[in-house]
């Protein structure tokens, strides 16, 4: 066989993944259920996901609140594309929103009683703007709501 037509076969025969839910060990399922359906907007199922438009996360009951552990903060690293060394916090999920709509978010959380670990801020690295916002759950559990865009000035 030829490469070109090995290349199309070894394409054809290569299985696609679907989208990834983060799946959380909870010490509460009933009131982590509750928090993500009262607080984030999320529908509910029995079977413990909870999704809001795109975002999607599985809810399983711990066996012992031991077995509930947040990320820790990662270690900063030099070698990513920009200036950026890593995150200064721990991050369990990344959720991309749109840059206007992370205040939208974060007030409809806040009115809400939810938990805002930590406040929007802004930084930029490379060509880019990037707006975060933390949100945290019972369990301390960070969501990372993120926006970007290209920077407009230097």
């Known amino acids: 066989m030829n490469e070109k037509v090995e290349e199309i076969h070894t394409e054809k025969q290569r ?3 679907g989208g990834s839910f983060p799946v959380r060990l909870v010490s509460d399922f009933k009131k982590s259920q509750e928090y993500y359906r ?13 999704t809001r438009d795109d975002m ?18 990662s270690k ?7 200036e950026w060394e890593g995150p200064d916090h721990g991050w369990d999920s990344f959720v991309h ?19 805002i670990a930590v406040e929007p801020f802004v930084l930029s690295h490379g060509e880019w703007d990037f707006r975060n916002a933390h949100l945290s759950d019972p369990d301390g559990y960070t969501i990372v709501l993120g926006g970007m865009r290209e920077r407009t000035s230097a």
Do not use: M
Request: charged share 30%.
């Open 56 to 73: 999607t996360i599985i809810l399983q009951q711990a066996v012992s609140p031991d077995d509930v552990r947040p990320n820790a903060v």
């Open 76 to 82: 900063k690293r030099s070698d990513y594309p920009t």
């Open 97 to 115: 929103v749109e840059w206007d709509d992370l205040d939208l978010i974060v007030e409809e959380v806040r009115s809400k009683g939810g938990i």
């Open 38 to 50: 009262d607080v984030l907007g999320c529908e509910i199922s029995d079977w413990g996901h909870i």
């Open 15 to 17: 299985g696609k993944f």
